[in-house]
């Protein structure tokens, strides 16, 4: 079945870039995003990328898309105290309105 | 910001008790789902709903049920609150832009003692 794969940590010094992989199964996804999660909270939508595209870059984020690989990256410029979080991958299913979520990334800054 | 809400934000409770977990949204989305996350760990789906009077199940079976009666209104029961459902729950709503882009509420922490 559909399956997304992270990393299960990241740890960077403060003002380092980041960089957060995840690989994807299912080709027909149409879209594929990155969600931010603190501790004690929801999840919150950074940023995404429509699958015939193969940047984005928003500000400090960078997304990355290699359809061939099927591998999605997320990095993050000059890397500060406030982005220490769990980053999830997901892709949206074409087939219904669901989305199939990564385990998450703990990134761990250091100062 | 996503307008979608859930109460409450934590919960200790008894075993065998019945609780329900509130969540809505004010954005008029047709879909909604519930997720549990033990913490730092992966989601799990657990419930969803397409619309109103639609609910499935998702992948993780649970002893919840949910119901949609109204667009913005998806509570989740558990008829009898056991030390094993421990865990955050969290509520998440689509419309139809961007695929299928799911907005987040705060969540609520439950812990059956």
């Known amino acids: 079945g559909e399956d997304v794969e992270q990393s299960l940590f990241l740890s960077v010094r403060e003002g380092d870039s980041s960089v957060i992989n995840c690989t994807y199964t299912?080709?027909?996804?149409?879209?594929l995003y990155w969600y931010k999660q603190e501790p004690g909270a929801g999840l919150q939508l950074l940023t995404y990328i429509f699958s015939n595209m193969d940047m984005k870059q928003d500000q400090r984020l960078t997304v990355l898309l290699n359809k061939k690989d099927k591998h999605l990256s997320l990095r993050i410029a000059d890397t500060q105290t406030g982005d220490s979080a769990i980053y999830f991958c997901?892709?949206?299913?074409?087939?219904?309105?669901?989305?199939?979520w990564g385990a998450g990334t703990k990134l761990i800054i250091k100062p | 910001e996503a307008d979608i809400y859930q109460t409450p934000r934590y919960l200790v409770i008894g075993t065998g008790k019945k609780i329900t977990l509130e969540c809505s949204q004010t954005m008029g989305h047709d879909k909604m789902y519930w997720y549990q996350q033990d913490p730092g760990m992966e989601l799990h789906l657990i419930h969803y709903s397409y619309g109103v009077n639609s609910t499935e199940k998702g992948d993780l079976s649970s002893e919840s049920t949910v119901s949609r009666i109204r667009t913005e209104h998806f509570p989740l029961t558990l008829e009898s609150a056991r030390p094993s459902h421990t865990s955050q729950y969290l509520c998440?709503?689509?419309?139809?832009?961007?695929?299928?882009?799911?907005?987040f509420g705060p969540g609520t922490r439950l812990t059956v003692l």
């Open positions: 299912d080709s027909s996804s149409t879209y």
């Open positions: 997901a892709e949206s299913m074409r087939s219904n309105y669901q989305l199939i």
């Open positions: 998440a709503s689509s419309g139809s832009d961007r695929g299928v882009e799911q907005f």
